[in-house]
């Protein structure tokens, strides 16, 4: 079956940079769609950003100019590089992949998640 295994997360200080890693394993054919979202405390799960298989992304307006995502379809890996953090990005991180496609289904998978935690 699909599994999606996440990198990178971790602490950093307010205005650095982390990067995180998103590999999906299996016998995959393809996947539509792979993104990221996020669950702070207290707060419902949003969407941070997401990137097509042709490239398109689009971004939460909260994270807009600061992180950039990214993906290998090669490698079946997407990324999420965080640059000039603030405290409010502290949260746990869940990679997503849409309309994946193997020999006998096509869904969508989620990671474990990832905590992110940005000290001020």
């Known amino acids: 079956q699909v599994q999606l295994v996440e990198s990178g997360g971790g602490l950093v200080q307010a205005g650095g940079s982390l990067r995180l890693s998103c590999a999906a394993s299996g016998i995959i054919l393809r996947i539509d769609v792979m993104g990221w979202y996020r669950q702070a405390p207290g707060k419902q799960r949003e969407l941070v950003a997401t990137i097509t298989r042709g490239g398109n992304s689009n971004y939460a307006d909260s994270v807009r100019g600061r992180f950039t995502v990214s993906r290998d379809n090669a490698k079946n890996t997407v990324y999420l590089q965080m640059n000039s953090l603030k405290s409010e990005d502290t949260a746990v991180y869940y990679c997503?992949?849409?309309?994946?496609?193997?020999?006998?289904?096509?869904?969508?998978?989620w990671g474990q998640g990832t905590q992110v935690t940005v000290s001020s």
């Open positions: 997503n992949a849409g309309g994946v496609y193997t020999p006998g289904t096509i869904r969508d998978y």
